[in-house]
């Protein structure tokens, strides 16, 4: 029986960084994918996502020059040759992720099937058969799959997913895409500036639920703006003959449906109560704060642990969850701290609590500064002064959460989720120079707004009007030469 020293089961970012990690330790390491290595944010979210969504961005670029007195006319959209620009970009980055890279880092890669048949055991299946394989420690990031609602008709319609969106060779003429958090978004607004008829249906009542309200009514605004039909606060009852019939009684027509209304974990066939693993009720592995799962010898990481759905988190994981087996270290994700992005137009940055959550634990010591872009420079400049910046402080002046609406919301919001992962005050923020002029000037002058907020409350005004008092005193204008 083959003996390792760690076995990770799926070759995603947790389970990659988990191999390379461990590799550069000079343990022996196991990495067993069944289908392709890199993942789903290789091949089916995030680069081909984010290569659409800059293809999107050239055509609506071109439409929209006019306003700055640039006239070039309407752009023609290649379905073909935008398409093979999103394989592209997959084909350029897929060798960091490949079998031969993570071997460069010391680990071994197989092709199969893994499945648990003991508390340190596990059978790999491939075409030649199966082994059998025994390890010391084990980390199990299989990640997570698109889920479909249960809705009549549905799957007879043949939904495109996540999965099976990048396997077209041209685009729809119509579309109706079933969720609207930040995937539907995102794929809704960049799929109709390439010219497709789109119709988003959101379950609850306000896109990207999750983000502050403000948001919600911004995204959908430009979303109406750019074409979308945007439905919140309606279901699909049942699917016929292309048609989707809603809950509240309305109708769309479609050529094809996207389903993005969730993931589930990938966890069927693993073997999990052989090894001991708990999962929870929603098929999660349930992991402590040291990334262990119920069998100490295995620890999770990624979308299979249910924690936050990104690939930034999936790699910190499956580096921690390495060094913690192999080293025997104590190290845990600040989940607190962890930033995301939804990359619309403009982006939606967010890290930290909103102000809801703020409240509810800190009740009306929980305030809140906005500063909407009109006052940043360099919006200005741009024609985008639709955004804003959003800071949730707590008592003593603690920065608690952060929104950034605006073109590279992503790159702005770095800064802050450092300095609430420090604890940092919104002072230390607006003490902060800098450079001008930037969308960075946002999360800056939201500072200062809120210092000088602060300055002007009854006590530190009376203070503040003392010590000038004070300083008068000491220093009376007198009359002649010094």
């Not at 007195?69 to 992720?97: C, F, M, T, W």
């Not at 790999?124 to 084990?138: E, I, K, S």
């Not at 800064?415 to 923020?429: C, H, Q, Y």
């Amino acid at each position: 029986m083959d003996e390792w020293d760690l076995a990770v089961l799926g070759g995603g970012t947790a389970g990659i960084v988990a191999a390379k990690t461990a590799g550069r330790f000079g343990a022996r390491v196991l990495l067993i994918e069944s289908a392709r290595t890199g993942g789903d944010c290789l091949w089916t979210g995030c680069v081909p996502s984010k290569s659409l969504i800059a293809a999107a961005h050239a055509a609506h670029s071109v439409r929209s020059a006019t306003r700055f007195g640039v006239h070039v006319g309407l752009p023609k959209v290649d379905d073909a040759a935008v398409l093979a620009y999103v394989r592209s970009a997959i084909n350029q980055i897929e060798p960091v992720d490949s079998p031969a890279a993570i071997g460069a880092e010391g680990a071994t890669v197989f092709a199969g099937q893994a499945e648990f048949t003991g508390p340190s055991t596990l059978r790999v299946t491939d075409d030649a058969g199966a082994r059998q394989v025994r390890f010391r420690w084990a980390v199990v990031a299989t990640g997570s799959a698109p889920s479909l609602p249960s809705v009549p008709g549905l799957a007879e319609a043949d939904p495109l997913t996540t999965d099976t969106l990048w396997d077209l060779t041209e685009l729809p003429r119509r579309l109706a895409i079933l969720g609207g958090g930040p995937i539907g978004c995102e794929l809704g607004q960049a799929l109709a500036r390439l010219g497709v008829e789109v119709t988003i249906v959101e379950l609850t009542d306000r896109l990207l639920g999750k983000e502050e309200p403000e948001v919600s009514s911004l995204i959908a605004e430009r979303l109406r703006a750019e074409g979308v039909t945007v439905l919140t606060g309606t279901g699909v009852d049942h699917v016929a003959g292309g048609t989707l019939h809603l809950t509240d009684g309305g109708t769309i027509a479609t050529d094809r449906i996207l389903v993005a209304a969730g993931r589930r974990p990938r966890t069927t066939g693993l073997g999990l109560a052989a090894a001991g693993v708990r999962c929870g009720e929603r098929g999660h592995v349930v992991i402590d704060d040291r990334l262990r799962t119920s069998n100490r010898r295995i620890y999770a990481a990624g979308d299979v642990t249910g924690c936050l759905p990104f690939t930034h988190v999936a790699g910190v994981q499956g580096g921690y969850a390495a060094t913690n087996a192999l080293l025997g270290l104590r190290r845990s994700v600040d989940y607190a701290a962890v930033p995301w992005v939804t990359f619309t137009d403009p982006e939606v940055a967010h890290v930290g609590a909103t102000l809801a959550q703020a409240r509810r634990r800190h009740g009306t010591r929980a305030q809140s500064q906005r500063l909407h872009h009109e006052h940043v420079d360099r919006a200005v400049t741009d024609d985008r002064t639709d955004g804003f910046t959003h800071l949730v402080i707590g008592p003593g002046g603690r920065l608690l959460g952060a929104t950034v609406v605006a073109p590279r919301a992503g790159e702005s919001i770095a800064e802050l989720a450092a300095a609430i992962r420090r604890g940092a005050k919104v002072r230390d923020v607006a003490g902060t120079v800098h450079p001008y002029p930037t969308y960075a000037d946002g999360p800056w002058h939201a500072s200062l707004a809120q210092l000088r907020a602060d300055l002007t409350a009854p006590l530190p005004a009376r203070a503040l009007a003392a010590l000038r008092t004070l300083r008068r005193a000491l220093h009376p204008i007198r009359g002649g030469h010094p």
